[in-house]
């Protein structure tokens, strides 16, 4: 059992940690909360379901598929939708809720409400200390850890990532230095969709395809990034590990467990919101998140 809680706290908490700092990543550079970052995950996923059971492309195929059209559509969206209104947060939000309610209504329409899944892409296991894992499981963990650590190194080696830095910490004294604020908050809005779109296709294999699945990945984004702090990327990935381990815990230790799943993500955002409202590494709201 805790080999098993082990392996599959890695995996859910890879997962947790790619998306939710693509949410606050994009929250601190153009201060968007972006509620339909799940929906863009949920995309993902629906693509790559697409690709390999209707078009019949391979799994590579339909992954490079899956992730450059969310990536194009959460752009879009940012030029059409939120660039327009992202001096106001509501407005945001009840955009960004009406973008994934859109995409919700298209997959019923298309694929139904019936569960969806795709075959395992790489088969096997191996042993390491005697615990058996399965290939598909490292698969997520390293895909997911690779796509984190390339941004943690694209924000502190490379210009781009030191202008995403300064935005995020002043617009106002970013735009007097010359940088191009609304292509650097374009540039994230992309990089953010990567993000979901990368959660999405490498963990498409083991979850069920459905058309309302980005609403309880979108009750564990919040609920992460606000135990780890709104805004901080840091605290995200903390969070993310917090939370997935104590989902599987709660799966492992409570019979039906799979069910309190959402329980233990809204328990724990009511509960660091009640004690400590900026998160483990969180910060004063109106302070630098980045």
Avoid at 13 to 38: C, Q
Avoid at 56 to 76: D, K, R
Avoid at 173 to 193: D, H
Avoid at 202 to 221: C, G
Wanted: net charge positive.
């Amino acid at each position: 059992m805790l080999a098993r809680i082990l392996v599959n706290g890695l995996m859910l908490s890879a997962t947790y940690a790619v998306l939710a700092v693509g949410f606050s990543l994009i929250f601190s550079v153009a201060r968007i909360f972006n509620m339909a970052h799940s929906a863009l995950y949920m995309l993902a996923a629906v693509l790559v379901f697409v690709g390999i059971n209707v078009l019949g492309f391979s799994y590579a195929l339909s992954a490079v598929m899956s992730i450059g059209i969310t990536i194009l559509f959460g752009i879009m969206c940012y030029i059409l939708l939120f660039d327009k209104v992202k001096v106001h947060e509501t407005a945001v939000m009840i955009i960004s809720i009406a973008v994934a309610m859109l995409l919700q209504e298209i997959f019923l329409m298309t694929l139904g409400a019936h569960y969806r899944g795709i075959p395992s892409f790489v088969v096997g296991s191996v042993e390491i200390l005697s615990v058996y894992l399965l290939y598909q499981h490292l698969f997520i963990i390293l895909g997911c850890l690779i796509a984190i650590f390339i941004l943690l190194m694209l924000l502190k080696k490379t210009n781009l990532g030191k202008a995403i830095r300064a935005v995020s910490q002043d617009i106002e004294i970013a735009n007097l230095m010359g940088i191009n604020v609304s292509r650097v908050c374009l540039i994230t809005m992309g990089i953010s969709a990567g993000l979901a779109a990368i959660a999405g296709v490498v963990a498409a294999p083991l979850q069920p395809i459905q058309p309302f699945m980005w609403l309880e990945s979108l009750i564990t984004i919040l609920a992460v990034v606000v135990l780890g702090g709104l805004g901080s990327l840091k605290g995200s990935i903390f969070g993310a590990i917090i939370l997935g381990f104590s989902q599987i815990i709660v799966v492992a230790i409570i019979p039906g467990g799979s069910f309190l799943r959402g329980a233990v993500s809204l328990a724990t955002m009511v509960l660091v919101l009640t004690i400590r409202p900026e998160g483990l590494a969180g910060v004063a709201f109106e302070e630098e998140r980045l």
